[in-house]
């Protein structure tokens, strides 16, 4: 099992009090990630767009301490979020072993969005990946010796024990999360950059994010999750994602931009179908979700525009275009669809390269 290689079992150098920070991206599923079982462990593999202006910067400062136990804060925006807590608990529950060091210091993590709180644009990703990267860079100055392809696995390992999706948000442009026989490496414990040939087509790809719905989540999505382990639909969904992992190999490689839609609009309607057809069932589409895909369909007849949609679990719209298109795409956005947008939000956002780390 490779989670072995990422137990610790004595550092080389000391370590009393410091400071750490990175800026981690959200990111965009193509092929969608619905189902996990025991430790957050997919059922079926994923590959997703890592984003660039999405992002969540998180600053640790640690202090060595003499008591036993875990000892943090957490600060949204300045501001103490005791919301947060349970949450980064858990997450250092399950890292310890992992982490050794957690219960040796006190921590205070100071976090921040890119995007509004309440934009309905999950932060788990982003934020979890951020401060796995803060720790892999205090267990790196303890044990300096580690190469950099140990430290963005073990970040991507620890991203995912904090939020599934999380782990491929370490690095770009396009990560692969989730065992397929077909992919060299890939594997339910870490996300691996994508190893095949990627046309230009994709290499600055635009999502433009469309906030439909700004609100708190019906449904947290452990437990739309857990409602795939007795779907009735479960293995079959399992098998389509497998197969589109695989029919977008050809289209990465020729930059076949039709078929790229057809594949990544299926899985968003996918993802949707399961959480309607699952019992207790749920719809996390708006009526204005659903105008937006219509006025893309037509605006792509009319025009032949390869502009086209995906979804998460909720109502926002994620807008997707090649870089050439981006004038007519924004110009259509403006005057089509931002009457759909609740007070006409959206978020201008592109293809990244990962996490960076900030200076302190
Ligand atoms: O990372 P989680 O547990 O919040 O799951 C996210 C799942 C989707 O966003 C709906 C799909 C995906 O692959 O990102």
Same mark, same amino acid.
């Given at each position: 099992?490779?989670?072995?290689?990422?137990?610790?079992?004595?550092?080389?150098?000391?370590?009393?009090?410091?400071?750490?920070?990175? %800026?981690?991206?959200?990111?965009?599923?193509?092929?969608?990630?619905?189902?996990?079982?025991?430790?957050?462990?997919?059922?079926?593999?994923?590959?997703?767009?890592?984003?660039?202006?999405?992002?969540?910067?998180?600053?640790?400062?640690?202090?060595?301490?003499?008591?036993?136990?875990?000892?943090?804060?957490?600060?949204?925006?300045?501001?103490?979020?005791?919301?947060?807590?349970?949450?980064?608990?858990?997450?250092?529950?399950?890292?310890?072993?992992?982490?050794?060091?957690?219960?040796?210091?006190?921590?205070?993590?100071?976090?921040?969005?890119?995007?509004?709180?309440?934009?309905?644009?999950?932060?788990?990703?982003?934020?979890?990946?951020?401060?796995?990267?803060?720790?892999?860079?205090?267990?790196? %100055?303890?044990?300096?010796?580690?190469?950099?392809?140990?430290?963005?696995?073990?970040?991507?390992?620890?991203?995912?024990?904090?939020?599934?999706?999380?782990?491929?948000?370490?690095?770009?442009?396009?990560?692969?999360?989730?065992?397929?026989?077909?992919?060299?490496?890939?594997?339910?414990?870490?996300?691996?950059?994508?190893?095949?040939?990627?046309?230009?087509?994709?290499?600055?790809?635009?999502?433009?994010?469309?906030?439909?719905?700004?609100?708190?989540?019906?449904?947290?999505?452990?437990?739309?999750?857990?409602?795939?382990?007795?779907?009735?639909?479960?293995?079959?969904?399992?098998?389509?994602?497998?197969?589109?992992?695989?029919?977008?190999?050809?289209?990465?490689?020729?930059?076949?931009?039709?078929?790229?839609?057809?594949?990544?609009?299926?899985?968003?309607?996918?993802?949707?179908?399961?959480?309607?057809?699952?019992?207790?069932?749920?719809?996390?589409?708006?009526?204005?979700?659903?105008?937006?895909?219509?006025?893309?369909?037509?605006?792509?007849?009319?025009?032949?525009?390869?502009?086209?949609?995906?979804?998460?679990?909720?109502?926002?719209?994620?807008?997707?275009?090649?870089?050439?298109?981006?004038?007519?795409?924004?110009?259509?956005?403006?005057?089509?669809?931002? %009457?759909?947008?609740?007070?006409?939000?959206?978020?201008?956002?592109?293809?990244?390269?990962?996490?960076?780390?900030?200076?302190?």
């Amino acid at each position: 099992m490779p989670q072995h290689k990422f137990i610790v079992c004595n550092y080389t150098q000391a370590l009393s009090s410091g400071k750490v920070s990175w %800026q981690s991206p959200s990111n965009i599923a193509l092929v969608k990630y619905w189902g996990k079982y025991g430790e957050q462990m997919p059922m079926n593999p994923s590959v997703s767009f890592t984003l660039q202006n999405s992002n969540t910067q998180t600053c640790l400062s640690f202090e060595k301490k003499q008591s036993e136990g875990f000892e943090f804060e957490v600060f949204l925006d300045g501001k103490r979020e005791v919301s947060f807590e349970p949450k980064i608990q858990k997450f250092f529950e399950r890292v310890e072993v992992y982490l050794p060091f957690l219960k040796n210091f006190k921590f205070k993590i100071e976090t921040t969005n890119s995007f509004p709180h309440s934009s309905g644009i999950a932060s788990s990703a982003s934020g979890m990946s951020a401060l796995a990267l803060c720790l892999m860079d205090m267990e790196r %100055q303890m044990q300096p010796a580690i190469t950099t392809d140990y430290f963005n696995e073990k970040a991507s390992f620890l991203a995912r024990l904090g939020s599934g999706s999380a782990c491929r948000s370490v690095e770009g442009p396009l990560i692969v999360w989730g065992e397929h026989a077909e992919i060299n490496g890939s594997n339910n414990c870490f996300g691996i950059k994508y190893p095949f040939d990627v046309h230009q087509n994709f290499n600055d790809y635009q999502d433009t994010i469309l906030l439909v719905d700004k609100g708190e989540k019906q449904v947290s999505s452990t437990l739309g999750h857990d409602l795939m382990l007795d779907h009735p639909f479960a293995e079959q969904r399992f098998r389509q994602a497998k197969e589109n992992l695989l029919k977008l190999r050809p289209v990465f490689k020729n930059g076949d931009l039709s078929e790229f839609i057809k594949i990544v609009e299926s899985e968003a309607l996918s993802l949707h179908a399961m959480m309607m057809t699952s019992m207790p069932y749920f719809i996390l589409m708006k009526p204005n979700t659903l105008e937006i895909i219509n006025r893309i369909w037509k605006f792509r007849d009319e025009t032949g525009s390869k502009v086209c949609f995906t979804l998460d679990a909720g109502a926002n719209v994620h807008v997707l275009y090649p870089k050439l298109e981006k004038d007519n795409v924004l110009h259509f956005i403006k005057k089509e669809l931002l %009457q759909y947008c609740k007070n006409g939000e959206f978020i201008e956002d592109e293809v990244g390269l990962g996490a960076t780390n900030i200076l302190v």
